[in-house]
């Protein structure tokens, strides 16, 4: 109420400059998590270092939200189930954490990409002219074999990023979990009801053969 009574006294121009302070003061607010944002929009790719709390990546994740692009959010925020993302929302501790995990895949996907064009440069007498590569690549056989020799020898003492479960995805497990432990108890009622059937069977047929001897 003590706002509201302020911002009524100002004129246009003073609640302007309110709410371009305000709008700053916000975007930069520190909540004490980190927010490591990488942006693919119409075939550019970088990272949004800016964002420090859970509204601004808000405002960046509708930003780019499929139309326009995609961002990919990966935060030591335990509970990001109020963000509404269109790309990734993961977990990971640390920001040097990520950085491994990154350098490790970049790796990883690299070498059978290589491989693969190398192959391809080599046979590219093979196909037709109009399908020939133009250009050789800029690596050699021995250049993929020092990247696998590095992933071979990488340090893999890096937490890599897990998918955030929202309240409604809980529940679903939890839920599944329940049936398939109902369905785990039935089928063992089920396989005890017919093993004492056949050992009342089996009784009766041991009765009916003594009656006839």
Same mark, same amino acid.
């Given at each position: 109420?003590?706002?509201?009574?302020?911002?009524?006294?100002?004129?246009?121009?003073?609640? %302007?400059?309110?709410?371009?302070? !305000?709008?700053?003061?916000?975007?930069?607010?520190?909540?004490?998590?980190? /927010?490591?944002?990488?942006?693919?929009?119409?075939?550019?790719?970088?990272?949004?270092?800016?964002? /420090?709390?859970?509204?601004?990546?808000?405002? %960046?994740?509708?930003? /780019?939200?499929?139309?326009?692009?995609?961002?990919?959010?990966?935060?030591?925020?335990?509970?990001?189930?109020?963000?509404?993302?269109?790309?990734?929302?993961?977990?990971?501790?640390?920001?040097?954490?990520?950085?491994?995990?990154?350098?490790?895949?970049? %790796?990883?996907?690299?070498?059978?990409?290589?491989?693969?064009?190398?192959? $391809?440069?080599?046979?590219?007498?093979?196909?037709?002219?109009?399908?020939?590569?133009?250009? !050789?690549?800029?690596?050699?056989?021995?250049?993929?074999?020092?990247?696998?020799?590095?992933?071979?020898?990488?340090?893999? $003492?890096?937490?890599?990023?897990?998918? /955030?479960?929202?309240? !409604?995805?809980?529940?679903?497990?939890?839920? !599944? %979990?329940?049936?398939?432990?109902?369905?785990?108890?039935?089928?063992?009622?089920?396989?005890?009801? $017919?093993?004492?059937?056949?050992?009342?069977?089996?009784?009766?047929?041991?009765?009916?053969?003594?009656?006839?001897?």
């Amino acid at each position: 109420m003590r706002i509201d009574n302020f911002l009524k006294n100002l004129t246009i121009e003073e609640l %302007l400059e309110v709410q371009s302070k !305000a709008s700053g003061i916000i975007h930069d607010y520190k909540d004490g998590y980190f /927010y490591i944002c990488e942006v693919r929009s119409y075939g550019r790719n970088w990272k949004e270092s800016d964002i /420090y709390n859970t509204h601004t990546l808000q405002e %960046l994740c509708y930003q /780019y939200y499929g139309e326009d692009g995609i961002v990919d959010v990966y935060s030591n925020n335990p509970d990001l189930s109020g963000i509404d993302n269109y790309g990734v929302l993961k977990f990971i501790p640390s920001v040097e954490d990520h950085k491994k995990w990154k350098d490790y895949m970049y %790796l990883k996907n690299s070498i059978p990409r290589h491989e693969e064009e190398l192959d $391809n440069w080599d046979k590219r007498e093979d196909v037709p002219f109009k399908y020939q590569l133009s250009f !050789a690549p800029f690596y050699i056989r021995e250049d993929i074999d020092e990247m696998k020799l590095k992933l071979e020898n990488f340090d893999m $003492n890096f937490v890599e990023p897990k998918s /955030y479960i929202n309240n !409604a995805e809980e529940e679903m497990e939890k839920e !599944a %979990l329940e049936f398939l432990k109902d369905f785990d108890t039935w089928k063992e009622c089920k396989k005890k009801l $017919n093993n004492e059937e056949e050992d009342t069977d089996s009784s009766i047929d041991l009765g009916v053969i003594d009656e006839e001897v």
